[in-house]
C-alpha cells in the first residue's frame, strides 16, 4: 500500500472552522507551499510526499548525504496513492484527496469524533486525572475552566493575570491574554471567540519556566510513548523551536524541576488515559504540550495544556535527531519566517559558510543542514544546526 504524506500547516484553524471548503489565509497557504518537503523526515519506508515540483532535484540532494532517503520520492498530486497521512486529519483534506481518488479515507462520522477530541476540554480532564499525582515532590496545576462569554468579566475581576485560549485551536492560535485587565477591545475578540465555539477555556497567566511535550503514537487501540518535545514559544505563545537531543538528555534537563520517578509517573498516567479516551477511536501521533513554571517561588507542573491529535514540530524534531544525527550531539530545529523575500536564502549561505555540515555515517556531527528547500522567494523554511 502506497502512502502519500501531506504538509497541511493549516489543520488547527480548519478543525475550528468544520468545514469542507476551508480557505486557509496567505500566510498559512505560503507556509505549507514552501515547506511542502518536510514530511520526507519522518515518512516511512518508501513513502511520497505530496510537494512542490521543485522538491525533487532537492530530495536527490539530500538522498546522497542520507542514503536512508533514497526510498521516498516526491509527487504533486495524491493520484495513483492507496491512503494518505496528511500532517493533521480534517474535512478539507479529506475532500481534497476525495477528489483525487483516494480511497482509504476516514469516514465523516470518525472526523467528527476527532474533532471532538481535539476540544480543549480534553485537556480539562486529563489535568483532573493528572492531579492525584499532585504530591510535595509534583505540584501540578488546578484545570482550566471553561467559560461562557458572560462569565468572563467575572473571572477577569477575580485573575486579572490570565490567559483565555479558544476551544478548538493549536500552535499559539486562538489566546488572548490579560495582562492586568482586558481592554474593551480584548474583551470583544474573548466574547466573540466563545459565541463562535460555544466557550473559552480561562486560566492563570502563568511563569513559564519551560515548555516541553511528551509525543505519543496510537496504533490497533493501543498507545505508546514517542519520546520528549523540549521547544520554546515566542512573546505570543507561537512556536518558534525545538532543542535536538535525546530523550534522556531532555529527561535529565527537566529533572532540575521534576525528578524522573514524577516524570515516569506522568508519562504513565498519560497513557493510560490516552489508551481510555483516544486510542480506541483513533490512528496517529498524540502532542501532549506540558510546561514548568513558577508559582509563588515554588515549582508546579501543567501536565496538559493541550492535546494535538496530529503530527506536531515537536515529533519532527524527534525523529529527525533519532535518525540523522549523531547521539550525543545536541542542536536547535527552528522554523523561519522572512517579511522579505531572499532574506532566508542569504542568511542560508551565511549559515553554509560559517557551519558547515560535517555527516558521517550518515549522522549529522555538527553544522547547518535546512530541511526544506530555499529559494529567492521562500518566506518559510525548517532549519536544523548541529554543534
Not at 282 to 308: A, K, Q, S, T
Not at 315 to 334: C, H, I, P, S
Request: aromatic share 10%; glycine share 4%.
Amino acid at each position: 500500500m502506497t502512502t502519500a504524506y501531506v504538509f497541511n500547516p493549516d489543520h488547527d484553524l480548519a478543525l475550528a472552522s468544520d468545514s469542507d471548503h476551508f480557505d486557509a489565509p496567505a500566510s498559512a497557504r505560503t507556509f505549507a507551499h514552501d515547506c511542502s518537503v518536510l514530511p520526507i523526515w519522518y515518512a516511512q519506508n518508501a513513502g511520497i510526499v505530496v510537494s512542490e515540483p521543485t522538491s525533487a532535484a532537492w530530495l536527490d540532494e539530500m538522498a546522497n548525504l542520507f542514503p536512508q532517503l533514497k526510498c521516498r520520492s516526491c509527487s504533486t498530486s495524491f493520484n495513483g496513492t492507496d491512503r494518505i497521512e496528511p500532517w493533521g486529519w480534517n474535512k478539507t483534506i479529506r475532500r481534497q484527496a476525495e477528489i483525487q481518488g483516494v480511497k482509504n479515507l476516514p469516514s465523516i462520522e470518525i472526523l467528527n469524533e476527532l474533532r471532538m477530541l481535539q476540544h480543549r476540554q480534553l485537556s480539562i480532564e486529563a489535568t483532573k486525572k493528572m492531579s492525584v499525582l499532585a504530591s510535595d515532590k509534583l505540584r501540578i496545576v488546578k484545570p482550566a475552566l471553561l467559560l461562557t462569554k458572560d462569565e468572563i468579566p467575572d473571572f477577569v475581576a477575580k485573575q486579572p493575570y490570565a490567559i483565555f485560549k479558544a476551544p478548538w485551536s493549536g500552535s499559539g492560535k486562538g489566546i488572548v491574554r490579560s495582562l492586568n485587565g482586558l481592554s474593551e477591545n480584548l474583551l470583544r475578540r474573548v466574547r466573540n471567540i466563545a459565541e463562535k465555539q460555544g466557550g473559552v477555556l480561562a486560566e492563570p497567566l502563568y511563569d513559564v519556566i519551560q515548555n516541553f511535550a511528551m509525543e505519543f503514537v496510537c496504533s490497533q487501540k493501543k498507545v505508546d510513548f514517542a519520546g520528549y518535545s523540549w521547544f520554546f514559544t515566542n512573546e505570543h505563545g507561537a512556536y518558534t523551536g525545538n532543542l535536538l537531543a535525546s530523550d534522556e538528555q531532555i529527561e535529565t534537563r527537566l529533572s532540575q524541576w521534576i525528578n524522573k520517578q514524577n516524570l515516569q509517573a506522568v508519562r504513565a498516567s498519560m497513557l493510560e488515559f490516552i489508551s481510555e479516551n483516544i486510542a480506541p477511536i483513533y490512528e496517529g501521533f498524540v502532542g501532549v504540550d506540558m510546561f514548568v513554571f513558577r508559582w509563588h517561588d515554588e515549582i508546579f507542573l501543567h501536565p496538559c495544556v493541550e492535546f494535538n491529535l496530529r503530527m506536531t514540530m515537536g515529533l519532527v524534531a524527534r525523529r529527525f535527531y533519532d535518525n540523522f544525527v549523531e547521539k550525543g550531539r545536541t542542536g536547535m530545529f527552528t522554523v523561519d519566517f522572512a517579511k522579505t523575500t531572499n532574506m532566508l536564502l542569504q542568511d542560508c549561505e551565511r549559515r553554509k559558510n560559517e557551519k558547515p555540515l560535517d555527516v558521517k555515517q550518515w549522522k549529522i556531527q555538527r553544522g547547518y543542514l535546512p530541511l526544506t528547500p530555499i529559494f529567492p522567494d521562500t518566506l518559510y523554511a525548517v532549519n536544523v544546526e548541529i554543534t
